[in-house]
């Protein structure tokens, strides 16, 4: 009791109110079972499936949702059986050890923790990773309330922002320019432990690479442009897109994302932008549908003669299907993606380095930006 | 002029020593191949060759050296000259772009930027690369002396040490445990911008995983211990095993390193205390030949019943080769290795969640510190 009182006056009320939101949500389940056994109904769940038939591209809103079709975690098989099962041992654990312990794990500790289920221990990782996705849609909450961690966590930040993290030792109060290093502010694996103070930033500039990361700061862009710079170290982590969306939502800037220049890249843009099928029940925390996209652009590669490497069968495979994807239906795109057909060429951000260090600062960037109406 | 002036009041002395240094020895080489054009001598240099035969296991040392061999660029041939040529490009453009103005650039931005150098244009980044490296060997000097960054930076450390890192942006105190998020301190690309101010640290735990990393973070054992938690993120990167090598080196603090039981991760092991064989050149900044090994061992398998994967015959293969590999030449090793080709079983660090949550923390750790006389 002492125990759980000390772990109390260490997190914040908001803290409090997420572990305590998670852990009704979780109860809600439980009961839910429970309830049916005392009615004398075989236990079940139903929850939206997961087939790619059943996610649809929402027009309205513009991000990934799931359609009407569910399917049923149900007592009457003994492979239902042994998911509620599971089911029930996760809930258990996630509420006495992280949610009243203020504690967390990896996704990959959860695996081996199951270990002492006795029958109930998972058989494989994917098999509790999709659990805590089940855990997920069902609660309506994401796993970073249930204090999940992912294997490695997101990537880093830099620009006029001053943000308070809530850390198991206390809170941490950071200015995101003045407070850090070179490499810029670590985000965490929990962006929800993040309060923001105040800042000064007219707009956020996602970036695809290391380099060009390096670079803007280099350069200090941030300072002069008042930009946020986001590293998205390739296809962007959770952790990385909440915060980006977090931003966006509450504080109202505008975010721009800025990749290299073949069709791998544009998906990463609409990541970002509309969130990926696997993560539909996420979209609404993950997606942020005003995100613009500043390049490369096909049609830069041929305004800037960039240096370039020739599309391989797999890049114009990629690009025709992106011809096809709803997120890329629009007549910017159509043209874009046409373009770099018609080209056969593509090129890294890194690329304007051949016209000089502070080309991409001084020329493309405010050129761009002033194009798109950000500037 | 006035603008030297302005950027000299921004960087430290030890910065500015840095750079003359640098290019110092820069010049020195072209100077070299001016003054055999005067002798009338046609210019050349000579280095250490670097094939694998002319590497070799240092046992006095315990790194990684070049033998006597030597390779020569010598401008009797087109291929030579060519090397020559663009080498001394390389020289002017860092000196006057990275010296002289206190900027960098990534190895990818050098192959774009050499798009400027007519004839001498590299024709595909390992090329840049290449002679980058022979300038490290040629001055003595790292490349982060140059201004030279990687891609991707490196990871992040946790624990009891206070530093300044010289940024940009004038000079940034961070204490490593109280002034930085839950993610920790993200070491910058280089690690000699950054100046140990004061410390608690008993020992340095270097992980494989983030997994592990955060346990460790979580169950606050950097504070009962005093230790700096370093995560290697897999391989790791040049800046994590400098930091690494420095804070042994110049604090004396002992380092320890903690990785998955397998051949890959006891490879992992020995590139932070021995070096690798494609950066001998390096050996002596990187390596820290004292390092101790504390587990996953292949008898913590036996001794604690972790939940394994079978042997692959790649594994099987990789642990043949350990055994003849001169940096696994001990009892120790030995034994060990022999041990796991016996049980033919591999187990993850974060097996141990298996036990629990503070197993690896109260139990596991503990003792193995203990037993190699580190606490």
């Known amino acids: 009791m002492s125990d759980e009182k000390s772990i109390d006056q260490n997190i914040t009320d908001q803290k409090k109110q997420q572990n305590a939101l998670a852990k009704n949500r979780l109860m809600g389940l439980t009961e839910k079972l429970y309830n049916q056994f005392l009615d004398e109904v075989v236990p079940n769940i139903s929850l939206p499936s997961r087939t790619k038939e059943n996610i649809r591209y929402d027009e309205k809103s513009h991000v990934w949702v799931y359609g009407d079709r569910e399917s049923e975690r149900s007592a009457k098989t003994v492979k239902g059986a042994f998911q509620l099962l599971k089911s029930t041992h996760a809930v258990d654990f996630i509420i006495k050890n992280h949610l009243q312990q203020d504690r967390g794990s990896t996704l990959r500790e959860l695996y081996y923790i199951s270990e002492g289920w006795d029958i109930a221990k998972f058989h494989e990782q994917p098999e509790s990773d999709r659990l805590i996705e089940d855990l997920e849609i069902i609660t309506g909450l994401q796993r970073e309330y249930f204090h999940m961690r992912p294997e490695e966590d997101g990537a880093t930040m830099f620009g006029p922002i001053r943000i308070r993290e809530q850390t198991k030792r206390g809170s941490r109060t950071i200015h995101c320019q003045e407070d850090i290093g070179e490499s810029g502010y670590q985000i965490p694996f929990n962006v929800e432990n993040i309060e923001f103070l105040d800042h000064d930033a007219k707009f956020i500039i996602a970036i695809e690479t290391g380099g060009m990361y390096a670079r803007l700061i280099e350069n200090g862009f941030d300072e002069k442009y008042n930009a946020i710079l986001v590293h998205l170290k390739g296809q962007p982590a959770r952790s990385t897109r909440r915060m980006i969306k977090r931003m966006n939502e509450e504080l109202g800037i505008p975010v721009t ?119």
Chains 1, 2 share one sequence.
């Open 257 to 375: 994302v800025f990749t290299d220049g073949d069709p791998w890249s544009y998906r990463i843009f609409a990541s970002v932008a509309y969130g990926a099928i696997k993560s539909a029940h996420l979209s609404e925390f993950m997606a942020t549908p005003g995100a613009q996209f500043i390049g490369v652009q096909p049609s830069d590669i041929v305004e800037y003669e960039l240096s370039t490497d020739k599309l391989t069968d797999k890049d114009v495979a990629a690009l025709r299907s992106e011809l096809s994807d709803p997120r890329f239906e629009s007549d910017y795109w159509k043209e874009q993606i046409k373009l770099q057909l018609d080209i056969k060429k593509k090129a890294e951000q890194q690329a304007f380095a051949g016209k000089g260090l502070d080309f991409v600062t001084d020329k493309y960037l405010p050129e761009r930006l002033t194009d798109m109406g950000i500037i």
